[in-house]
């Protein structure tokens, strides 16, 4: 696709369980970032992705949430041990230079994650 | 460091009539600027971007910001609002220069437009 895709669009899980969230970015794009968007909330940085590492996981809340690159192309964000106030729209960004000054960022719709 | 206030989670404008979103800053080094919008069931997408040339910037659908470095300022302005602008937009921040890449967002500001 022409865009940046994300799914599951929606994920209901129970306390406690285990997630991911899958980012497929615009072919080319080298740069890639994970932003969460709490309810009434603007989105918060949580990792940067040049190429396949981490560049940049200060926005990590805790050592539950991992992400992963392995390829350069998709991203995976891992939750472990869910919890409620895990529940927020999960925003995946790409671009195709190093950063926002250099070039656009192109956000998918987000995965709505809920947490009971 | 950097933060953006967005004042007024709300505001409802009628069809035709002057659209003015406001945004603070603040910022320990020079700012990029940005807006984005997000309509309904899509993803974010870049209205507009000051990054240092002209304080005026112009961007997609009529709308307008200017930076105002006295002011920490950089509001949206449109002449007159379509229906379709209706949409939530966004102000963000990061550090200049080419390697930046952090964002940090607004709450964001809901516009509602009256027919």
């Known amino acids: 696709g022409a865009g940046v895709s994300q799914t599951p669009s929606n994920k209901v899980t129970e306390k406690g369980k285990y997630v991911e969230l899958r980012c497929d970015p615009i072919s080319g794009h080298t740069a890639l970032y994970w932003y969460r968007q709490s309810l009434g909330q603007g989105p918060e940085f949580l990792i940067y992705f040049q190429g396949t590492g981490a560049a940049d996981d200060s926005g990590l809340p805790n050592d539950r949430f991992f992400a992963v690159r392995p390829e350069g192309s998709v991203s995976t964000l891992k939750i472990q041990r869910t919890e409620r106030g895990d529940s927020a729209v999960y925003l995946c960004?790409?671009?195709?230079?190093?950063?926002?000054?250099?070039?656009?960022?192109?956000f998918g719709e987000g995965s709505r994650l809920t947490v009971l | 460091a950097q933060s953006v206030t967005q004042l007024g989670s709300h505001v409802s404008v009628s069809e035709g009539a002057l659209v003015l979103l406001r945004c603070n800053y603040s910022?320990?080094?020079?700012?990029?600027l940005f807006w984005y919008v997000q309509y309904p069931n899509q993803g974010l997408q870049l209205l507009l971007k000051?990054?240092?040339?002209?304080?005026l910037v112009k961007g997609i659908n009529g709308f307008e910001a200017e930076f105002k470095k006295s002011e920490t300022s950089f509001h949206l302005t449109k002449p007159s609002a379509h229906m379709s602008d209706a949409a939530e937009y966004f102000c963000a921040v990061c550090p200049a220069g080419a390697g930046s890449y952090q964002l940090t967002f607004g709450k964001g500001t809901k516009l509602s437009v009256i027919p």
């Open positions: 000051y990054t240092s040339a002209a304080t």
């Open positions: 960004a790409s671009s195709l230079g190093s950063g926002t000054g250099s070039g656009e960022l192109f």
């Open positions: 910022s320990s080094v020079p700012p990029y």
